[in-house]
């Protein structure tokens, strides 16, 4: 059984900062992609970032420049970091993980960016 545990999220001011943290659990190993999404109320999920197993990254245009995604393979986890938060970034972040031919999902951590 697979388990994701994302950390982090919260309440932070316009221009602000945040760490997202994801913590991948179980007989699992070579991950092939880790990844952030997020959703805010009445859209679509939609990419934020994501990292494959060789490193190559992958941003979402709206925060190219803003937001930086890393991760560590002997721990299993994958970071977002997040700079000069704008509201827009409001949502619930979600973790993603792809595992040979599997897709995993955490529960999600929200972020609110306001004053």
């Known amino acids: 059984q697979v388990q994701l545990v994302e950390s982090g999220g919260g309440l932070v001011q316009p221009g602000g900062s945040l760490t997202l943290s994801c913590a991948a659990s179980?007989?699992?190993?070579?991950?092939?992609?880790m990844g952030w999404y997020r959703q805010a109320p009445g859209t679509q999920r939609e990419l934020v970032a994501t990292?494959?197993?060789?490193?190559?990254?992958r941003y979402a245009d709206s925060v190219k420049g803003r937001f930086t995604i890393s991760r560590d393979n002997a721990k299993k986890t994958v970071y977002l970091q997040m700079n000069s938060l704008k509201p827009e970034d409001t949502a619930i972040y979600y973790c993603k993980l792809t595992f040979l031919t599997s897709t995993y999902w955490g529960q999600g951590t929200q972020v609110t960016v306001s004053s």
């Open positions: 179980g007989n699992i190993f070579s991950i092939y992609l």
């Open positions: 990292v494959i197993s060789g490193g190559s990254t």
